[in-house]
């Protein structure tokens, strides 16, 4: 584990805080307060408005099993495990925070403005809506710059057809998860990619 942290600080260390979190949250906090800290680290239009950094911020170490099902949970977990570590491996710490913190603050801002506007047929101010699938598609969409070329499409393909296949649909327009998983996804293949460039052209590789 010492390894593993001093190889890949940012990948363990945040790996390591979501799960501390849920266990706290699962052994130690009541169900109430469970259910309020999930509640006030969400990144719905209320909370934005009234403690937009803490949600912002917050909202990526939040697991919600409950809500997005243990198979999607597990999924993003490993996704976010095995692409940020590959991410940070190529470009570095600091360069694998920044694409990721932009893909997960980005996506939220996305999906914020989607609810804003009206097309859900409900009121969506106050939902639930946390977890590392943000950060997971963020690291996904950034490793693409790493594969073979021939690999690139696919790859894309794969990451932008899984949440619009998994998602709710309100006539045209898909859940707000999948939103955000989309924006996440686009978001960092352009941060990933100009990453990979300016480590890459740093080292000479």
């Not at 946390?130 to 794969?158: D, H, K």
């Amino acid at each position: 584990m010492r390894d593993r942290f001093r190889r890949y600080p940012v990948t363990a260390g945040y790996l390591s805080a979501v799960a501390g979190l849920a266990l706290l949250m699962r052994f130690v906090f009541a169900d109430g307060m469970s259910a309020q800290v999930r509640e006030s680290l969400s990144t719905n239009a209320d909370n934005l408005a009234d403690h937009p950094v803490n949600a912002l911020l917050g909202s990526a170490f939040v697991l919600d099993p409950a809500g997005d099902g243990l198979v999607a949970t597990g999924l993003a977990l490993v996704a976010a495990a095995v692409c940020l570590g590959v991410l940070e491996r190529e470009v570095g710490s600091w360069r694998a925070v920044a694409v990721v913190l932009a893909g997960h603050v980005g996506a939220t801002l996305v999906t914020a403005a989607v609810i804003s506007s009206g097309v859900y047929p409900t009121d969506l101010a106050d939902v639930v809506d946390v977890g590392v699938g943000y950060a997971a598609f963020t690291a996904a969409g950034a490793i693409t710059a790493l594969g073979p070329v021939v690999l690139r499409v696919p790859w894309l393909a794969l990451l932008v057809a899984y949440p619009l296949v998994n998602a709710e649909w309100f006539g045209a327009v898909p859940e707000f998860a999948a939103v955000g998983h989309l924006a996440a996804v686009l978001i960092g293949l352009g941060c990933g990619t100009l990453a990979v460039s300016r480590a890459y052209a740093a080292t000479g590789r």
